[in-house]
């Protein structure tokens, strides 16, 4: 295969990375809203800017819809015509229906996250707490959309990369994945900036110990999920399904299906499993960075055993990383320059400041 080609399947890898932090920071403002939490009000409007991520993640899947042909086997017609299998699968991996569903999954995923930020900025201003509650009848209706779009999303980007191995817990995996690195990222912003000093001076053990215990539910929670997902299939042994697994067990893939294990798992939940740990805001940024790492290792994981039948690394998967952290970082100033860091106008934020457990 071409360097494009390369660049084309670790633009996937990119482009799915930067959809997992905007499309679960998203999350996560609604479920503070539908939840009616406190301790994370002060920290919504760092969600809020991570969402903002949506609009490179539209950017970079731009040039992927012209490349789809070297990428996906699915779309090669003399590949289908000869493929019961791809046949059957057809009426749904097919070019139009594919772009089709992306455009659909934006436009609504844009149109919640944007609804979400205006009433929060608007309430900055005049303390409406009508805004709040447009907010949460807006997060009832946004938590099932997410749930079905979300999995939809990974199965096209993502699983359908093997078009003749399917799971049904595929989509709840990278859901997981999604909302464990957006609540990371989230995570390092809240520290670092509360570290330098340009967060408000409530924060306390309480809060880190919050984003330190959900973490740690949410990293037990993903190993559960690619457990039970790897021991179904092993178990069933079945040759359409097993031959995923052991194309990620040979040819040096192995390692890095023994890195993501510890990286993703095992180190951190060491980790973070003592209360002291979870307070102590030096581990936390540790660990966020860590979290965000193993998420992209996975990615690469599930992406690239379709490009070379070994792990390959080299200027292309340098730049895409280092881009993505660029976007991030760029995207989050950008704003914060511009709007305040906490939502001043929320009626929840002096309890959120003054949270205790």
């Given at each position: 295969m071409t360097d494009a080609n390369r660049a084309a399947f670790n633009n996937v890898i990119g482009f799915t990375f930067l959809a997992s932090i905007a499309v679960?920071?998203?999350?996560?403002?609604?479920?503070?809203?539908?939840?009616?939490a406190v301790w994370t009000t002060p920290f919504r409007r760092v969600l809020e800017f991570l969402g903002m991520l949506l609009?490179?993640?539209?950017?970079?899947?731009?040039?992927?819809?012209?490349?789809?042909?070297?990428?996906?086997?699915?779309?090669?017609?003399?590949?289908?015509?000869?493929d019961k299998i791809l046949q059957a699968k057809a009426p749904?991996?097919?070019?139009?229906?594919?772009?089709?569903?992306?455009?659909?999954?934006?436009?609504?995923?844009?149109?919640?996250y944007f609804i979400f930020r205006q009433n929060s900025l608007k309430q900055d201003g005049n303390k409406d707490q009508k805004l709040t509650k447009k907010n949460i009848a807006l997060a009832a209706a946004?938590?099932?959309?997410?749930?079905?779009?979300?999995?939809?999303?990974?199965?096209?980007w993502l699983m359908s990369l093997e078009p003749h191995w399917f799971s049904t817990?595929?989509?709840?995996?990278?859901?997981?994945?999604?909302?464990?690195?957006a609540?990371?990222?989230?995570?390092?912003?809240?520290?670092s900036l509360s570290q330098k000093g340009y967060f408000f001076k409530g924060i306390n053990e309480n809060h880190y110990y919050s984003f330190g215990a959900l973490m740690f539910g949410l990293l037990s929670f993903w190993a559960y999920i690619a457990f039970s997902q790897f021991m179904l299939i092993w178990y069933a042994n079945l040759p359409e399904e097993n031959f995923w697994y052991i194309e990620r067990w040979q040819h040096g893939w192995e390692y890095v299906s023994i890195a993501i294990t510890l990286i993703h798992f095992w180190i951190p939940y060491f980790m973070l499993v003592s209360r002291p740990s979870k307070m102590n805001p030096a581990n936390l940024k540790r660990m966020a960075a860590l979290l965000v790492f193993a998420h992209f290792l996975d990615l690469y994981w599930l992406v690239m055993p379709t490009y070379n039948n070994a792990p390959v690394f080299g200027y292309h998967e340098l730049a895409f990383p280092v881009l993505c952290i660029g976007l991030i970082i760029v995207f989050f100033a950008l704003q914060a320059k511009r709007f305040n860091l906490v939502p001043v106008g929320d009626p929840k934020l002096q309890r959120g400041i003054d949270f205790h457990l």
């Open positions: 679960g920071a998203v999350f996560f403002i609604a479920l503070e809203y539908i939840a009616g609009i490179p993640t539209l950017l970079m899947a731009i040039p992927l819809f012209f490349k789809l042909h070297d990428v996906y086997h699915w779309t090669h017609a003399d590949a289908v015509a000869t749904y991996l097919n070019e139009m229906s594919f772009m089709t569903r992306f455009v659909i999954f934006m436009v609504l995923w844009l149109a919640f946004f938590i099932p959309v997410l749930a079905i779009s979300i999995s939809l999303f990974s199965i096209d817990m595929f989509g709840v995996y990278y859901f997981t994945g999604t909302i464990l690195t609540l990371a990222v989230t995570t390092y912003f809240v520290v």
